[in-house]
């Protein structure tokens, strides 16, 4: 597939319909067609985040990898933590932040579990000395028809991966946060406006809204800043995996804008929150990044 050259004029991604296709689960960003875009050549790093630190979770492929390249454009060194299934696109993006100058570490695990986000903030420290944002990104989604489709080991691993995640790795990574750290968290809008076949992963989404507003109110005396930002379709392995080859082929289509995001179109929200020059005033906020949809707001 060609696209045209986004060197001048109106930026230009790729639209629907997409090629058909579907993955198993968890999805590998390597095997889909188009590739997500990442690079985001027109967006110039500034030392937004200058010899900081940040332990990403889902950072290998998607949006996960998309701000880990921002970051490190905005001279951040990364730890990614990814399932060792997705190895392949741990490595590529392990040398697309290398390749902006930085470091990034690589951390295979399950966020599910309690002690490895333990184990995988220790390593960040071990290696990088320090931690000053942490990015809640990982993400487990099933789509089912209805409520009596969901079995209960489904429910349970949707829960654990969206939002026992979440909690897990914000607690190891707090005693190690400073003033003016950032906790940036991903929700979704089916958090925001509910999907009748995404009832476990829209009530996790919902949930991480309100941690993510709640921790903010615990954590604004210490100088924590912790915000949350809520896509519309995106085009990551996420909705490959778990979508039939022919929705696949029209995920996004709906949307005002008429196609997905790109991964590179939604990174900058998180290098907007996570920097102090950008976000200092700004904290509990949900920034729904919809493709034009506003029913939400």
Request: proline residues 7%.
């Amino acid at each position: 597939m060609q696209f045209p050259s986004r060197s001048a004029g109106p930026q230009l991604e790729p639209k629907s319909p997409l090629p058909f296709q579907h993955q198993s689960r968890p999805g590998i960003e390597a095997k889909m067609e188009p590739r997500p875009r990442y690079e985001a050549p027109r967006y110039q790093g500034s030392e937004k985040l200058k010899d900081k630190v940040a332990l990403i979770t889902g950072g290998d492929s998607g949006i996960g990898r998309a701000v880990s390249v921002l970051y490190a454009r905005e001279s951040a060194d990364v730890a990614i933590i990814y399932l060792a299934e997705e190895q392949q696109d741990a490595e590529e993006t392990k040398a697309a932040v290398e390749n902006e100058g930085r470091h990034c570490m690589l951390i295979p695990g399950d966020v599910g579990d309690a002690a490895f986000c333990r184990r995988a903030v220790a390593q960040t420290l071990r290696k990088f000395g320090k931690l000053d944002i942490l990015v809640n990104n990982a993400a487990y989604q099933h789509r089912q028809e209805g409520l009596e489709d969901i079995s209960e080991e489904q429910w349970e691993k949707t829960f654990r991966t969206n939002i026992f995640g979440y909690f897990h790795m914000a607690k190891a990574a707090l005693p190690h946060l400073k003033p003016g750290s950032a906790i940036v968290n991903t929700s979704s809008e089916t958090g925001l406006e509910g999907n009748k076949h995404l009832l476990d992963y829209a009530a996790t989404k919902g949930a991480i809204n309100a941690f993510s507003k709640s921790l903010a109110q615990n954590l604004v005396g210490k100088g924590i800043r912790v915000n949350c930002v809520a896509p519309g379709p995106v085009w990551t392995p996420l909705n490959v995996a778990d979508k039939p080859a022919e929705e696949v082929g029209k995920h996004g289509q709906d949307s005002p804008i008429g196609r997905p995001a790109q991964p590179e179109e939604i990174a900058p929200a998180y290098v907007f929150f996570a920097s102090e020059a950008c976000s200092s005033y700004i904290t509990g906020e949900v920034l729904s990044i919809m493709g034009g949809e506003t029913t939400a707001a």
